[in-house]
């Protein structure tokens, strides 16, 4: 063996990538001063790519598949670099493996509520969260925009500014979407197409695709919610009468000594009826007994008696009675265009106009006759 096909040997190298950390984008393959040997194999698999640095300078992508580093299957190293034919000597060049699979289950949220006016319930705040997945559609452009140098470049390093533009753009999107804040939940899958169709370009000029958004949930504040709940167990409920009856009956049959009490009280009703059948000539053979009268209805409750203010000179005063109100009228301090206001009433109104008391100044006393 000749010294020379002895060196060509030592040089022969190869160079692949296996991933075992499922989080890594970029890795940078490690060689003792950047020398790749002319000749070396690159094995780049499938859900790789390989981008050549020369000098700084990015000089080849390679897509899956084998490949000889030697002049005729890389035109574009062979206009960079000078290649010594006779002894075939290593070039100083670094290769970048870039994982071009789908990342997902990546999460996303909101971190501050989002303001949006509701047609039914004005404006709200509003939280939302899901999940994406991320891939490299241009290895290229994403070592020139965001990798740069760096040797290890994982998920994390770029999952934060992700983050940033979905929350963005889905501020915006549900700002403007018009959808009400009861049938969002409805429209999940819209609201994914559409922040990840309006996030598209913008990811795509650092080299990378979002290939599925989806919205997992959008909340309201809890104060809100609890009164959303109390709202749909109204709508439950229906008709509230029957329904506090119907606790009572619950609350009744929980308790043991509700529901003794009201077997012996069944027993003591059957008792009676027995015994009163019997006294009129048979066991079961007398005619019924009419059932008795229902009790009295009880009186409806009195009328809620007003209190009056008075506005007078930019200034309130009150609260007074209609009692009170009739004295002033006879002492001169209550007129009829006196604006005065209760509880119930839409505005401030002349006391004239008001029905309670345009009473008052029809039963005035005419004035005193003239003396002598």
Same mark, same amino acid.
């Given at each position: 063996?000749g010294i020379?096909?002895f060196?060509?040997?030592?040089?022969i190298?190869v160079? &692949?990538? #296996?991933d075992? #950390?499922?989080d890594?984008?970029?890795?940078r393959?490690?060689?003792?001063a &950047?020398?790749i040997?002319y000749?070396?194999?690159? #094995?780049?698999?499938e859900?790789?790519?390989a981008?050549?640095? &020369?000098?700084g300078?990015?000089?080849?992508?390679?897509?899956?598949?084998?490949?000889m580093?030697e002049?005729?299957?890389?035109p574009?190293m062979?206009?960079?670099q000078s290649?010594?034919h $006779?002894?075939?000597?290593?070039?100083?060049?670094e290769i970048?493996f870039?994982? #071009?699979t789908?990342?997902?289950?990546?999460?996303?949220?909101?971190k501050n509520?989002?303001i949006?006016?509701?047609p039914?319930?004005g404006?709200?705040?509003?939280?939302a969260?899901?999940?994406?997945?991320?891939r490299?559609?241009?290895?290229?452009?994403f070592?020139r925009e965001?990798v740069?140098?760096?040797g290890e470049?994982t998920?994390?390093?770029?999952?934060?500014?992700i983050r940033?533009?979905i929350?963005?753009?889905?501020?915006?999107?549900?700002?403007r979407?018009?959808?009400?804040v009861?049938?969002?939940a409805?429209?999940?899958?819209?609201?994914?197409?559409?922040v990840?169709?309006?996030?598209?370009?913008?990811?795509?000029e650092?080299g990378?695709?979002?290939p599925?958004?989806?919205?997992?949930?959008i909340s309201l504040?809890p104060?809100?919610?609890?009164?959303?709940d109390?709202r749909?167990?109204?709508?439950?409920v229906?008709?509230?009468n029957?329904?506090?009856?119907?606790q009572?009956?619950?609350a009744?049959?929980r308790d043991?000594?509700?529901a003794a009490?009201?077997?012996?009280g069944?027993g003591?009703g059957?008792?009676?009826q027995i015994?009163?059948?019997?006294?009129? $000539? $048979?066991?079961?053979?007398?005619?019924p007994q009419?059932?008795?009268a229902?009790?009295?209805m009880a009186p409806?409750?009195?009328p809620v008696? &007003?209190?009056?203010h008075i506005?007078?000179n $930019?200034q309130?005063?009150?609260?007074?009675?209609k009692a009170?109100?009739?004295?002033?009228v006879?002492?001169?301090?209550?007129?009829r265009e006196t604006?005065?206001?209760?509880?119930g009433q839409?505005?401030w109104?002349k006391?004239?106009?008001?029905?309670?008391?345009?009473?008052?100044?029809?039963v005035?006393?005419?004035p005193?006759?003239?003396?002598?």
């Open positions: 063996m020379f096909d060196l060509s040997g030592e040089f190298d160079i &692949h990538w #296996t075992d #950390t499922r890594t984008l970029v890795w393959f490690e060689r003792e &950047h020398e040997k000749g070396a194999k690159l #094995t780049v698999r859900g790789q790519a981008v050549f640095i &020369h000098e300078q990015l000089a080849d992508v390679f897509s899956p598949g084998l490949y580093l002049t005729n299957n890389m574009i062979t206009t960079l290649w010594d $006779g002894f075939k000597s290593p070039f100083k060049s970048y870039v994982n #071009t789908r990342f997902s289950n990546l999460k996303w949220g909101t509520p989002v949006v006016r509701d039914e319930f404006a709200v705040r509003l939280r969260f899901g999940t994406y997945s991320v490299v559609t241009d290895p290229a452009l070592m965001i740069g140098t760096d470049f998920m994390d390093e770029i999952s934060f500014q940033n533009i929350v963005q753009e889905f501020s915006r999107t549900i700002a979407s018009n959808i009400p009861l049938d969002m409805a429209n999940t899958r819209e609201l994914g197409n559409l990840g169709k309006e996030i598209e370009a913008q990811l795509a650092y990378l695709a979002l599925e958004l989806y919205v997992e949930n504040p104060a809100v919610e609890d009164v959303l109390k749909t167990s109204m709508g439950v229906g008709d509230l029957k329904y506090m009856q119907f009572a009956a619950e009744l049959g043991g000594a509700g009490a009201i077997q012996a069944m003591a059957l008792g009676m015994g009163a059948q019997a006294a009129a $000539g $048979g066991p079961w053979g007398a005619a009419p059932a008795a229902a009790p009295p409806p409750p009195p008696e &007003h209190v009056w506005a007078e $930019g309130t005063t009150g609260p007074f009675s009170k109100m009739g004295r002033m006879t002492e001169g301090g209550l007129t604006l005065v206001w209760t509880a839409d505005g109104k006391a004239e106009d008001v029905v309670e008391l345009a009473q008052l100044f029809t005035m006393p005419p005193p006759p003239m003396a002598g």
